[in-house]
């Protein structure tokens, strides 16, 4: 499944807007951020588990459990973010 990944606010800054990323079937918002933080150094210090950090999936709040379709968008972004 082909799927595409937006970062806003600080994890834009430290990431860039997105990337598109090929998952298998089946996979969560909570596997793809594990893929994330595994991907590189920086992915990793960004999106850590140790970070509070919110997730939309279509441009809806979710949780880490939502799984991804093909196509999907998901985004993410600090809980607080300015205008």
């Given at each position: 499944m082909r799927i595409n990944v937006r970062y806003f606010?600080?994890?834009?800054e430290?990431?860039?807007?997105?990337e598109a990323l090929?998952?298998?079937e089946g996979t969560?918002?909570?596997?793809?951020r594990e893929r994330l933080i595994?991907?590189?150094?920086r992915h990793g210090e960004v999106l850590a588990r140790g970070r509070a950090l919110r997730?939309?999936?279509n441009?809806?709040?979710?949780?880490e459990s939502a799984p991804l379709?093909?196509?999907?968008?998901v985004a993410f972004f600090p809980p607080v973010t300015g205008g």
């Amino acid at each position: 499944m082909r799927i595409n990944v937006r970062y806003f606010a600080s994890i834009r800054e430290a990431l860039g807007p997105g990337e598109a990323l090929d998952v298998p079937e089946g996979t969560t918002v909570g596997a793809l951020r594990e893929r994330l933080i595994a991907a590189s150094e920086r992915h990793g210090e960004v999106l850590a588990r140790g970070r509070a950090l919110r997730a939309a999936l279509n441009q809806a709040m979710c949780d880490e459990s939502a799984p991804l379709a093909d196509g999907a968008e998901v985004a993410f972004f600090p809980p607080v973010t300015g205008g």
